[in-house]
């Protein structure tokens, strides 16, 4: 990614969608031309959302009735996970069939050498690292479907759960290694033990572990009212890339 630095946004943007799909490919996906259909339990809106990452191969209304029947197979609700500026034309079909707008995320990024994350003290923390997600982390999310889809499997993800003295969950993230990036997901803070640094500790923990392990750059999703974890993502030295919304359908 840092070889790109010198190239038009595009090029960053196209790279944190393809790795974002990637990221979090739903369990069932069908290519649409170079669509990508997704579908999971229903819980997240990444997993179970059409990423539009190219042309369809057919005409924009053949494509999204397609889409719409998909979903409908399945009994969710037919979704676009649409990144500006290049959805435009999208958005304007889907508002066209009057389509739900909601909102979804920045997308922030930054290769690892420019990150400064704040040194933070870690007495009476402890930070471990496992395959699977913590079950008292789990309890943060207070959702089991979400929970399975943000701890699916392929690819390969990394948990940090954050505790204190006594054994109580502070926080915790998730992170994915796609080759040379790496993706920071499910950031979660107890809400007895805000504004004591757990998220940046928690951040420096899994990039460090992503370094070690080749990571070149990071991103990270993040919503956009959110305006406390931004601050902290932007003094640590990452830039906002681009961002995306959520069109859904009724379901029929």
């Known amino acids: 990614m840092e070889q790109e630095a ?14 974002s799909d990637q990221a979090m490919p739903g369990f069932e996906r069908m290519l649409l031309g170079e669509w990508a259909l997704r579908a999971s339990i229903g819980a997240t809106s990444r997993a179970n959302t059409v990423w539009p990452g190219g042309e369809p191969g057919v005409s924009l209304p053949t494509a999204i009735a397609t889409a719409e029947r998909w979903y409908q197979e399945r009994n ?3 979704g676009f996970q649409v990144f500006e500026p290049t959805g435009d034309a999208l958005i304007s079909a889907l508002r066209d069939k009057s389509y739900e707008e909601v909102d979804g995320a920045l997308v922030l990024w930054a290769p690892v050498h420019r990150i400064s994350l704040r040194p933070v003290a870690t007495v009476g923390v402890t930070l471990v690292t496992t395959p699977t997600i913590d079950p008292r982390l789990a309890q943060l999310v207070d959702d089991p479907d979400r929970v399975r889809e943000i701890t699916m499997e392929d690819p390969e993800p990394s948990f940090v759960a954050a505790s204190g003295d006594n054994g109580e969950i502070l926080g915790g993230g998730k992170s994915v290694l796609l080759e040379d990036s790496l993706g920071i997901f499910a950031m979660l803070t107890a809400p007895s033990a805000r504004r004591r640094g757990i998220a940046t500790q928690v951040l420096n923990h899994l990039i460090s572990a992503g370094v070690k392990n080749g990571a070149e750059w990071v991103w990270l999703q993040v919503a956009a009212s959110n305006h406390a974890a931004i601050s902290l993502y932007e003094q640590a030295g990452f830039e906002r890339g681009h961002s995306y919304v959520y069109m859904f359908g009724s379901k029929s």
Do not use: T, Y
Request: charged share 40%; proline share 12%.
């Open 6 to 19: 010198g190239k038009p946004p595009e090029a960053i943007r196209r790279r944190l969608e393809v790795v």
């Open 76 to 78: 969710l609700r037919c």
